[in-house]
């Protein structure tokens, strides 16, 4: 069963830093690639990154590029989103989720999501 | 970046209904484009990929069809379970990009 965890989230002050994890098990995690999705409460979802089975290729939205780093360790199943220079519209939950085929495309299995909150 | 217009906003509708739910690009995607759903407070699910290729376990109820810049979801006979929110997701270039959402009431 695949199974994705996130962790990391909280309160941050704007123009803070904050890092999140998301811990993947039950599957080949090198073999997929993998996104972070967000959600602002009572909205909808918004794409915010992607990265490559073999880490070497990341794709950004707009809205955090530039502020926003995915990376990922595949010899220890983990995926993390650095995230700086924060702002108020930067509040949302945070899913990270894991691509149909490897071809990252269709995000087949998706974490819980895990809150972070920007305010002074 | 690629827009992706859903219609409508939300709809209201009884048990055994059939239901259609409009993806529009704003530019031609092929056929790359995924269909979720999503419940309060849970994660969303990958219910059709590449437009109509209906994931496992998911009911036969739902299905997909469009290619090039208009898609539809249609569930042909709405059970109470579906009610929750439908979103598209064009997996045809970067930046990914969202529809707005489609919330299924009941």
């Known amino acids: 069963e695949v199974q994705l965890l996130e962790s990391g989230g909280g309160l941050v002050q704007p123009g803070g830093s904050l890092s999140l994890s998301c811990a993947a098990s039950?599957?080949?995690?090198?073999?997929?690639?993998m996104s972070w999705v967000r959600q602002a409460p009572g909205k909808g979802l918004e794409w915010v990154s992607a990265?490559?089975?073999?880490?070497?290729?990341?794709q950004y939205a707009d809205s955090v590029r530039g502020r926003f780093t995915i990376s990922r360790e595949n010899s220890k199943n983990t995926l993390y989103l650095q995230m700086s220079s924060l702002r108020a519209e930067d509040t949302a939950v945070y899913y990270c989720?894991?691509?149909?085929?490897?071809?990252?495309?269709?995000?087949?299995?998706w974490g819980q999501g895990t809150l972070v909150t920007v305010s002074p | 970046a690629i827009q992706m217009t859903q219609s409508p906003s939300s709809l209201s509708a009884s048990v055994g209904d059939r239901v259609t739910i409009t993806c529009r690009a704003s530019?031609?995607?092929?056929?790359?484009l995924g269909w979720y759903q999503q419940k309060p407070g849970r994660a969303p699910k990958l219910l059709i990929s590449?437009?109509?290729s209906l994931q496992s376990g998911v009911p036969l109820r739902f299905s997909g069809s469009g290619s090039g810049s208009l898609f539809t979801l249609t569930i042909s006979s709405l059970q109470p379970e579906d009610s929750a929110t439908y979103y598209c997701?064009?997996?045809?270039?970067?930046?990914?990009?969202f529809g707005q959402g489609t919330k299924v009431e009941i």
């Open positions: 997701l064009q997996d045809y270039n970067y930046p990914r990009s």
């Open positions: 989720a894991k691509d149909l085929d490897g071809n990252n495309r269709y995000l087949d299995s």
């Open positions: 990265i490559y089975r073999d880490g070497n290729t990341a």
């Open positions: 530019q031609g995607i092929r056929h790359d």
């Open positions: 039950g599957i080949t995690f090198s073999s997929y690639g």
């Open positions: 590449a437009a109509s």
